[in-house]
DNA sequence: AACGTTTGTCCAGTATATCAGACAAAAAAT
DNA sequence: ATTTTTTGTCTGATATACTGGACAAACGTT
């Protein structure tokens, strides 16, 4: 699912941009810090990030200076800006690498791109917002990751409908944010409708959905589910709204085939 | 370079597994735990990381369960074993994104190891050891990511005698630990031979060499240049030992050529 | 069933990390 | 050239985080 221009919210311990006068552990500003990078982007320089996450300038010099020797973050261009570093690059290979279901779900996804030649998505559940995970276009069998990390409300995406399954419409109602269910065109989405679709879309296995996160896009969802039988990752095709119905059978057919094979493997970790 | 069983050091502040009566920040605890997920390669209990990291248990407890509050760790299994979370995979992701020059070298990498059906990696310095970012086998195009991550003594490798280039040989001398020079193997490399091969190699821009980490592989590297004419990154080719010269010939002018490619491009971030 | 070991959380003490603000240097503005 | 603003580091105070060890529950062994 593309997302467009989404407003985000994660688990911060503390809001950002806020002043707070109250002292922060130095763990609660490095994953302040990593989190307002991911949101961001792009590199920036340290005053910066003590500005992004509301920290004191000393401690931001502090926590980036000790990220940098660790190579959690690299220096990058001449004028002292930081991004993500190697370390992270690593870590997200060995989360990549040694989660088999999660290989897998790639290799299916780059497949499934190549022959469908529309974009095919990892999804998942990111605090209380959906995520893409990972991402391939058709056209080019190369990365697109323009939507890869951006948090979007559940209720805008067809991966939505099945990440929730396993939740009760009680723990739904507590766990979505009411202002979610607002899509970006303004309408308004009724929760309850919604809790009916998580229900549906469940137990038939799949779901699709047209023009909620935008106009242009049909998006095909489908679960990849973990030995206890928990909807934790969805494998999904996004095409364009005008794509022919008989496609769309085709597209859906493919992708609970390959979200099905998924789900008949081992565990996701030795 | 496919590195076999290899003892790795990094740049920590306290020496895993020596109980350390002295108070650590938490931040170095956090690091040094994911420095020891990324070596384990494998999820573990909070209680077998304490003991891997020689920390505390109670903070150690604590730090897992902030992590996991954050999803930079994820619960695997039932059986309280925890790994790397769905947030490493995106900063990794976000890492890959924005930086031009390697988002190109991994698609340079891909083109390499289909072409040419070995094993072509993207590799860097990780503190004073080198490290393979990225892997393709050409014989399937799904990652074989075995030596992903996995620290090696810079002269058991191709890319080490290029990543230094740009380091004067008294820098080079108080870089690399002494230990490093002896093969696993047991032969001693010679320091000073060591050197003047970083120099002829970063001279002449690309290195060959046979039988150092292991007998049976040939590697080609080249260098990856940024703007400033650093060699930040290396892009490489993993050949059987016995592969025909003119193959030698072949793998070497097109893995220059793709490095070359990649280092004639505008900065690796905007 | 009884006993021993390990786990995961809790608690109080104290060493120290976080912070506001100072400061000099560098950069930007006039 | 001068003035103003921003940057990056430094310092001391004190609120607190890290720790060892205690504890109950869970697990493993006999």
Redesign the pocket.
Known sequence: MQALSVKVATNLSSDLKA?????????D?VIDLLEGLLRLRAPA????LARLIG?????T???V?RLVTAELLDYVGND?RVYFGRSMQLFGAAFADVNTVYRRAVAAMTALAAETQVTAQVCALRGSKYVVLDSRSGAALHRITSDVGVEVPIPWTASGRLLLGHMTAEAIRAFVPDEDFRLPDGRLLNREDFIADVMTCTAQGWCETTGLADHFTRCFAAPIRDTDGLCRMTLCLVAPVDTAPDQHAIFLARLRAAAAQLSLQEPSFP
């Open positions: 002043a707070t006068p109250d002292r922060q552990k130095g763990i500003r320089k340290p005053g910066d920290a004191p300038r000393s401690t010099y502090e926590i200076n002292g």
